[in-house]
């Protein structure tokens, strides 16, 4: 369920005309709807019960206004660098509901998350228990942590986003948990609070969560009887969300709290978790202009003025992004398979192969569906072209979040050594 419709022949985000807007802002740019990410953000919170802390997950979608948006509902930050910590508090978040991931946590920013005294670190190996151990007992604080374990289970989505298998750099290693939890309670400034797991992203099947939380659930049991609290467990984020329309849609967020609860429930444990991509990626889209229409020898290009430097998911992950147009196409107009691409010099920057549309032409906007989440976040200055800005609606109130970089930034970020001034 999202907040992008047609109305009046115009597709509009809650109340605002995209047609109009993209008038006033300038393509391309993303825009979210405050109203999709509240419904999501409730829906997922309502499903667990209460007492659960929901951190969303801010490398999904770091926008301070987005933060501040679901911050205010309650929801929590799950981070995975200083910056992040540095928004998440900067948008209003406590720090006593943001939870710290990440396998290379540096020394400064584990005393930053102690300055701010965050709810735990979601430590992922033995080497970074000591350091942690190290700066917190260096000023007098206590870490509270949980173990990352990497419980193996093979969630069955993309290799590049599949978190929880043997092989990746994830959590640690199912046979050494009990002896990093031995090692945790020797070691100063550290308290074991709980567990965490986290398998990858994008999961449509319930089945691997089952079962990885289902290993989790032994697991604390074990870790009880060697003597630890075990208090919390923190299940992670990674459920699926619809990117294929027509597809099967993948579980709904109340059967996942439900499953989630009955595996979990005798431990007794708070659970926390870490959503993404499903409060975040159908709450926003990436509105683009078509620029020319390109007769390839065997295919017809659409070539648009966002790129892969805007949104890199279909280039890294293959991922597949529903294209629409602005102007609600009449239900008799002519259909065209076209490859949609970007203006950027790679071969990879492509939205979308041999998709049939509704016919295009030069100067006609399209939106790129379900780009709320690993869309900006991901943007980089690749081809010296400015990153597309973001865009907050509110009923019919809308603002730029993120303001299009101007030349100032883009020549005044670097700087000229002596040996060739002048
Ligand atoms: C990326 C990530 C998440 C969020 O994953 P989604 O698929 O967006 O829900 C949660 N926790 C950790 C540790 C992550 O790395």
């Known amino acids: 369920m999202n907040h992008f419709s047609y109305s009046g022949g115009v597709l509009h985000a809650e109340a605002v005309d995209l047609d109009a807007l993209a008038e006033k802002v300038g393509t391309p740019f993303y825009c979210y709807s405050t109203a999709t990410l509240e419904r999501h953000y409730r829906v997922f919170a309502d499903s667990f019960p ?88 260096a000023t007098g ?17 993309h290799a590049k986003i599949t978190t929880g298998t043997a092989e990746t750099k994830f959590g640690v290693p199912w046979s050494r948990a009990r002896s990093a939890y031995a090692l ?40 009880r009887a060697d003597g630890h609290t075990i208090a919390r467990l923190d299940l992670g984020g990674g459920l699926g969300v619809p990117y294929i329309q027509n597809n099967e849609p993948p579980p709904d ?88 691409v970007g203006p950027v010099c790679e071969t990879s920057d492509i939205f979308a192969a041999d998709r049939e549309l509704p016919q295009l032409k030069s100067g006609d906007l399209v939106a790129i569906l379900t780009a709320g989440a690993y869309g900006a976040v991901m943007s980089s200055a690749y081809n010296a072209r400015p990153p597309a800005p973001e865009v907050l609606v509110k009923g019919e109130l809308w603002s730029v979040v993120r303001p299009r970089t101007d030349d100032d930034a883009l020549l005044g970020s670097e700087r000229i050594p002596d040996w060739l001034a002048g």
């Open 50 to 137: 209460k007492g659960t802390l929901v951190a969303f997950s801010v490398k999904a979608n770091g926008n301070i206004a987005v933060l501040k948006t679901l911050g205010r509902l309650g929801a929590g930050a799950d981070v995975v660098s200083g910056g992040e910590l540095k928004k998440a508090l900067h948008a209003g978040i406590p720090g006593e509901r943001i939870v710290f991931s990440g396998v290379g946590k540096s020394r400064a920013e584990m005393k930053l998350a102690l300055d701010a005294r965050i709810y735990q670190f979601n430590v992922e190996s033995e080497p970074e228990l000591e350091a942690l151990s190290e700066v917190a007992s």
């Open 141 to 157: 604080a206590t870490a509270p942590i949980t173990i990352r374990v990497n419980p193996d289970v093979d969630a069955g989505t």
């Open 253 to 340: 967020p109340s059967a996942y709290g439900k499953m989630a609860t009955r595996v979990t429930q005798a431990l007794g444990c708070q659970l926390i978790l870490e959503p993404g991509r499903l409060i975040a990626a159908n709450a926003g889209i990436l509105v683009t202009r078509v620029l020319y229409i390109k007769q390839g020898e065997r295919k017809t290009f659409a070539i648009v003025d966002a790129g892969m430097n805007d949104l890199i998911r279909p280039a890294l992950y293959d991922s597949h992004h529903e294209i629409v147009r602005i102007n609600e196409p009449s239900p008799d107009a002519a259909r065209q398979r076209y490859d949609v």
């Open 184 to 223: 945790a309670a020797k070691l100063k400034g550290i308290q074991i609070v709980g567990i965490d797991v986290h398998i990858g992203s994008q999961i449509v099947d319930l089945q691997p969560f089952e079962t990885a939380f289902g290993k989790v659930v032994e697991l604390a049991a074990r870790l």
